[in-house]
């Protein structure tokens, strides 16, 4: 037995003599030990709930956390007669990790997939879900404070990169406490254009219906931004994007530089966005700034630009120099 062919099948005395040792190390609380020879038996394809719940064992009280949760996905995915027991002991273990969201997530889903949970797993998991809930909205409850205090703070500083992350932090979660502030940043000039784009979808997609003040390149505006488009279903951005897929054909790599160009141009702007008048004059300055580097020495220097255009272009460069301005901190 020193040398170990996979595909020889082991001989029962020995299973049960590798089984045995097994447990008599965990009862020793010998983990390492025993995690050892019930990987023996893996590697013979030898297991079965008893070893399954033995090895979980081992990992959880050797702190090997991430292995332990792998190993309780895989069990999961068996659906088989111990399902149910290897939710309970998963949520147990998240919970005891003080990953609630996790906690919350798998119990919902099991309730919903599952037609009927059986007792006693049925009460234990309903139990563990009403304390995991209500550790949940505490931590949530911390987390959103400290993330209150911090963007507040990275305002007093004028700290657009830290602003930038503690606002996109915030997607997907309950942004009441944060309504206040976010309407003041929206008026305060002092605030980058971008991180005022990304305080518009967040009350986009919490259905803010209040009127909120924006101020940008020293323009200001009011909008609802529960009835206000969303800056890639607006109808300006949808109009030039549609006009830019006239090249795609064509050129694919063109198009795929001057859709870039459309949405940074507009991430910066945004709400501020252009009427249709100069809506041509918006695509045309895109599509030259992005056939540039298409071009020769000798092109560019005759390729002819009026003076309209140009000053389209010196716009277009400026949104630009906002925008990677931020985005290469």
Known sequence: METHDKKIVLFPRWKDEIEGKAFQFIREKKFNEALENLNLLLEYQETNQEVDIARLTCLIELGRQHEAEVLCEELLA????YYFAYVH????????ANKYQDVSFLIDEVFEEEQTVPEPYSSQLNTLYQLNESLLKEQTDKQISATLSKLKDAIQKQDDVLQWHLVNHLHHSDISSFLALFKD???????????KTVIIGLLQANMCNDEVTICKFSQTTYINPNTFPYMTDHPIYKKIKKELEEIEQKNPSLYELADQMLYRYF???YPFVLNDKNMLHIKDAIIYLSSVSFMDEKTLQDEYVSETLSLYIEDLLYYEKVYFSLMKK
């Open 78 to 81: 068996k659906k088989d007669d």
């Open 267 to 269: 991430f910066v702007v």
């Open 185 to 195: 940043m929206l008026k305060n000039n002092a605030i980058n254009p971008m991180v």
């Open 89 to 96: 002991i998963y949520a147990t273990l998240l919970f005891q």
